[in-house]
Structures are given as structure tokens and as C-alpha cells.
């Protein structure tokens, strides 16, 4: 029997306006915006519907704008009677997929994502690290230069997207070295991103540190879906295993191509991209052409997504 599984997007979905619709035309988007804000005690709602951009794209703010688009988008699915079998969400986004699956409040994970978004930036000053995206590239190849580099300058592979596209990040100098040396190597593109600190790199372990005590002040619950975990790519339900992933996942690869890899061992073979963008769609089309992609941000995907779950069913 095949099976549902939502996948919450990360960092660099974000976009000014997004949420706007959904907040016009749905009960549940206002209460979720008004909790959003109020767990946060500034307006995350005027910052996705009007910006200013530079202020949405700051770490700590993107963070849990982008969770609460995404819950909402989840709530709205629910309310229409469509639910996962299975969850994950890609770094930020598996924060999502725990609201989803019962394990964390809502308002525990917005107030919880603006410290770690705020945790991460101040773990590496401004531009001192970087990231950058590297195409068409073995991801041992990718491994081994980059433990070359990193005897210099620290510097390693940080999310296996999807095959021929991995993300490394590290200290400026490693990251542009690495950069250098797989050009050589043979790589289709290696771009430099345009973010403020090299994620799920070792050099995050500052940040990991200081989330471990933050939730350690909240309380999560057993998952009530499988939830598989960005460091491990293992299917978890247990609150305690949980919780010592989100921990590692901070300054740990992310490894989606194996996630998704599991769901669809797991029996899922369509993936529903909850919130905003359409970054996991793409990825699910190099990972594995057999799985059917749907997606939810505004109301048109929203109203397509519900006329395919009209006629499958």
C-alpha cells in the first residue's frame, strides 16, 4: 500500500508575502501567526507578509518564519483531511516535521528555532565561515578533497542533497580552497551562498552546546508518526532519541538524499513539500524519478494538491 509522507523545507525558502493568503482565508493561520508572535514578542507575521527582506533573511528571524508557514500549511492539509504516514524536514525544516508528528508545541519550536538560529550566527562571526554548493561531484570525492583542505583550513561536506548536489561549508579560507580544488576536479558549478555562517558544520558545536540546554527546558512527547532524522537518516519515535538528534543535527551533516532514501523504503512514494518553495520537489526528482511531488505554500498549490488527492482517492 503506498504511503504519504511530508517534507518541510529549511533555510533559504523564505520570501516576503509568504503566508499572506493563507492567513486571509484560514482560522487556523491566524491563531498559528498570533501564537508565532506572541511566543517571540516581536510581529513574525509582519515580517513574512511585508518584510523588509534583509530582515527576514536574518538567521533568528528566517527560522521560525519559515517553521510557522510551514505548521500552517501542515494544519491546513489536516483540516482537509490529508495527513503523513511518515515525516521529515530538511535542517529547519525537521523542526517542522516534529510539530507535525506531536513532538514538539508549536510555540515551544518558534521560540526554540529563534535561539538556534541566533545560536548558530553568534557560533562563527560574519565572515569568518561560508558555504557553498558544489554540482555534478562524487560525494566521496567531495569527502576526500575536503579533508585535504581541512589539515589548513577546517572544511567539509555538510548536506548531501541529492546525487550531484552537496553542500560544503566550513572557515572562509577551507570553503574557498575546497571551491578551487573541485573547479579542478571536475565540478559542474561550486558556488559561494550567500549565508551568514557555515551550517551543520563542527564548527557549530558552540551553537549544539547552547541548544542541548534550551531543550532541555521544554518538553517533547513520542513521536505519534515516524519521523526520520537528518543525522542519521533513521526512522526515530522516541522523545529521548530525539532530542539527542536535534542536538548533533546542529553541527552534523544533513543527510536528505538518505531520508528520503528511507520514507520511500519506509513505502512512501509521494512526498508532500509543506511551506514555502519548492527546493525539496527538485531534489526528490534526482533522487528518484518514481516518486510523485506535490507541494503546499499559497493557495493556487494548495488547490492543486487538493484536486490530485480528489482523484487518487
Known sequence: MSKLAFVFPGQGAQKVGMGKDFYDRYDVAKRLFKEADEALGYSIMNMCFDGPEDDLKLTANTQPAILTMSVIANEILKENGIQPEITGGH???????????????????????????????????????????????????????????????????????CPGQIVIAGATAGVEKAVELLKEAGAKKAVVLPVSAPFHSTLMKPAAEKLAVELDKITLSDAKIPVVANVNAQILTRADEIKASLVAQAASPVLWEDCVAKMVEFGADTLLEAGPGKTLCGFNRRIDKSIKSLNVEDEASLEKTLDYFKEVR
Open 91 to 161: 535542517s529547519l525544516g525537521e523542526y517542522s516535521a516534529l510539530v507535525a508528528a506531536g513532538v514538539l508545541n508549536f510555540k515551544d519550536a518558534v521560540a526554540l528555532v529563534h535561539k538556534r538560529g541566533a545560536f548558530m550566527q553568534e557560533a562563527v562571526p560574519v565572515g569568518e565561515g561560508g558555504m557553498a554548493a558544489i554540482i555534478g561531484v562524487e560525494r566521496d570525492r567531495i569527502v576526500e578533497i575536503c579533508a585535504g583542505v581541512s589539515a589548513e583550513s577546517p572544511v567539509q561536506a555538510v548536506n548531501f542533497n
